[in-house]
T-cell receptor
């Protein structure tokens, strides 16, 4: 069973719409959750982190976490063509006293068309 | 502040040759991660270090791969001998345990002919 799964996409939305990206994970020990954006040919860039249940907003981005359902999502409001990228969900599982590693989903490719 | 540095953006080599990829983490970060990304397998963790000590190398595909971190500001990933199936983008990332957020370098695109 994969540790992190994302809606496979690709996802295509018109400019100005809300893009909804979803992610589920398998390990209830997961404590930290991240969304990375990766433009084609570039490295992943951290855009959101969330650690507790509920919503976290940062500009046009809102991350939502539900640990009981093992579900994390990213909403992008007022989507812009510049948001077109692959979005990677990542989940941290601590390892003893160390930080542990991130488990990445395969990513969802988002296209925002003008 | 300088980010994670991977000075070699593209590396082309021939099958059987030794390849060494280099990384300089963000100053003050105590975790360093090596990833490989391909279309087929996505982003895979190869190995990670904490305070220069390897913590988990279960993602290293086989004995041809080795990684070292001789000090807090430098790490290498070596492939010997290289094979065409090693062609991928290799990313280095670092993290500060206080914030638990990883920052990626620009990556090295490796092509093995």
């Amino acid at each position: 069973q994969k540790e992190v799964e994302q809606n496979s996409g690709p996802l295509s939305v018109p400019e100005g719409a809300i893009a909804s990206l979803n992610c589920t994970y398998s390990d209830r020990g997961s404590q930290s959750f991240f969304w990375y954006r990766q433009y084609s040919g570039k490295s992943p860039e951290l855009i959101m982190s969330i650690y507790s249940n509920g919503d976290k907003e940062d500009g046009r981005f809102t991350a939502q976490l539900n640990k009981a359902s093992k579900y994390v999502s990213l909403l992008i409001r007022d989507s812009q063509p510049s948001d077109s990228a692959t979005y990677l969900c990542a989940v941290n599982i601590p390892r003893g006293s160390t930080l542990g590693r991130l488990y990445f989903g395969r990513g969802t490719q988002l296209t925002v068309w003008p | 502040d300088a980010g994670v540095i991977q000075s070699t953006r593209h590396e082309v080599t021939e099958m059987g040759q030794e390849v060494t990829l280099r990384c300089k983490p963000i100053s003050g970060h105590d975790y360093l991660f090596w990833y490989r990304q391909t279309m087929m397998r996505g982003l895979e963790l190869l190995i990670y270090f904490n305070n220069n000590v390897p913590i988990d190398d279960s993602g290293m595909p086989e004995d041809r791969f080795s990684a070292k971190m001789p000090n807090a500001s430098f790490s290498t990933l070596k492939i010997q001998p290289s094979e065409p199936r090693d062609s991928a983008v290799y990313f280095c990332a670092s993290a500060d345990s206080s914030y638990n957020e990883q920052f990626f370098g620009p990556g090295t695109r490796l092509t093995v002919l």
